[in-house]
């Protein structure tokens, strides 16, 4: 199948119960009451991996993220819509709606987790455990459930019971003050990555540590409660930047699109626009002066070694400006990966989606849903060769599966059922 730009982009035709068909997780049983990025991203991970995943909305209105845009998908007669934003982090999972601040809502949940395997929160720190719905409650109806909490600051410290959103903690956790143009250049100052990084990270940690804590209760018996923090996240993804403070007391400067430390590896000016060159290491830089007819560049004693690079980053840079400007973009590609030096272009929104080596990789994905027509997602970046990735269900719509799943997992009546929505408890 083509889409509009014709690329080819595989069709699944969405198993709509959403129940994992195969997948290394088949079987697992996952409850997800998180919202807005961090703790959904986990649960389409999970759903990605074959686990069974209930989504549990509020009554009313359902994750806050459906409610973020524009942009939006619309369903073909318009009726209705979701963000594309909520697109990114929900598939393959049934939603439910519940008001488990209610007694009768709360005591729904609990026969849930009953036979669940995992639950995912990213409420404030305490909220649950008002409602009798804290890991030290619930794992008594369940000893074996992992029970995943996500929020800003962690379960413990003085800055526990804040919330805190991706911007906040960028900024709190560093990664601000080491993005963004240097000091004396127009526009200079702390700048946020342009993509929500604490939660796409601490989401990934929550993956991590619920693979992890499944593995421990293979051989324990018993679940546990895993506690990820955006702060903690965030702070972890410093690496050298933190690092080189801990032990040298050496604070890296923002640098903007040039590298701390390494030289040459940043954007460079060619005849019909800029591409990405990288080195990182003298025999790298080697194979670069040759590919740019300046062989003596490897024994100059400028820029010989990477901290004379360093040292000389400037006139580096006007030395390959210069030699770099006269061909273009697809002949210095050609050429300097030739030469085995990382190069590549700069990338926007519609190259990425024509790029032929992510279609080759089966990174681009279109699910059906019943109401909202055909969604196109980005596939996951996980590949296995005995057990692959698997795309079950389109993201749902708020609700979509209430009475499906309270049939199925509580085996309550249709009667049942319509009381518990006449008085807005689902």
Same mark, same amino acid.
């Given at each position: ?11 699944? #035709? ?10 290394? +997780? ?14 959904? =991203? ?53 939603? +439910? ?9 709360? #005591? ?6 009953? %036979? ?16 009798? *719905? ?10 074996? +459930? ?8 962690? @379960? ?18 560093? @990664? ?34 619920? =693979? ?21 996240? @965030?702070?972890? $993804? ?7 403070? =801990?032990?040298?007391?050496?604070? *890296? ?36 002066a040759e590919a740019l007819g300046h062989p003596e560049w ?17 006139? $580096?840079?006007?030395?390959?400006? #210069? ?24 990338? %926007?929104?519609?190259?990425? #989606? ?22 196109? $997602?980005?596939?996951?970046? +996980? ?22 799943? $309270? ?20």
């Amino acid at each position: 199948m083509n889409d509009s730009s014709g690329n080819t982009v595989p069709a699944v #035709e969405a198993d709509q119960t959403g129940r994992g068909a195969g997948g290394i +997780l088949a079987g697992v049983k996952v409850l997800d009451l998180s919202r807005v990025v961090a703790g959904p =991203l986990a649960g389409q991970t999970l759903a990605d991996l074959g686990a069974d995943v209930v989504k549990i909305e509020r009554t009313g209105g359902g994750d806050d993220l459906r409610t973020l845009g524009p942009p939006w998908v619309t369903s073909p007669d318009d009726s209705l819509e979701q963000s594309t934003y909520f697109q990114t982090v929900n598939r393959g999972k049934r939603s +439910l709606t519940l008001d488990f601040a209610t007694p009768d809502g709360a #005591e729904i949940l609990r026969g849930l987790i009953k %036979d669940a395997d995992v639950l995912i929160e990213n409420f404030r720190t305490g909220t649950l455990s008002r409602y009798g *719905l804290g890991y030290d409650e619930l794992s008594k109806l369940n000893p074996r +459930l992992i029970y995943c909490s996500i929020t800003g600051f962690g @379960q413990t410290g003085p800055y526990s019971d804040r919330s805190g959103y991706d911007y906040l903690v960028q900024a709190m956790g560093g @990664q601000m003050a080491v993005t963004g143009l240097p000091d004396g250049m127009t526009g200079a100052g702390p700048m946020r990555v342009g993509v929500p990084i604490a939660d796409i990270t601490a989401g990934n940690n929550a993956v991590i540590g619920i =693979l992890s804590a499944i593995i421990d209760r293979a051989k324990t018996g018993k679940g546990q409660h895993i506690d990820i923090s955006l702060f903690d996240s @965030q702070v972890a $993804l410093l690496l050298n930047s933190l690092s080189a403070w =801990l032990n040298a007391r050496a604070p *890296l400067p923002r640098t903007g699109n040039d590298h701390p430390t390494a030289v040459p590896n940043g954007v460079f000016q060619v005849s019909d626009g800029h591409i990405l060159i990288a080195t990182f290491n003298d025999r790298e830089f080697a194979r670069l002066a040759e590919a740019l007819g300046h062989p003596e560049w490897a024994t100059d004693a400028k820029y010989a070694r990477s901290r004379d690079r360093l040292a000389n980053r400037v006139d $580096l840079t006007r030395d390959m400006t #210069e030699a770099l400007s006269h061909h273009g973009k697809l002949h210095w590609m050609k050429t300097i990966n030739a030469a085995k030096v990382s190069c590549g272009p700069i990338n %926007d929104m519609s190259d990425i #989606e024509q790029d032929e080596q992510l279609a080759e990789r089966d990174m681009f994905i279109k699910l059906t849903h019943h109401k909202m027509g055909d969604v196109r $997602l980005v596939g996951s970046p +996980l590949k296995f060769s005995a057990t692959p990735v698997v795309y079950n269900a389109p993201p749902p719509l708020v609700g979509e599966h209430t009475d499906e799943l $309270l049939r199925e997992r509580l085996t309550l009546s249709d009667a049942q059922i319509q009381d518990l929505r006449a008085r807005n408890i689902i």
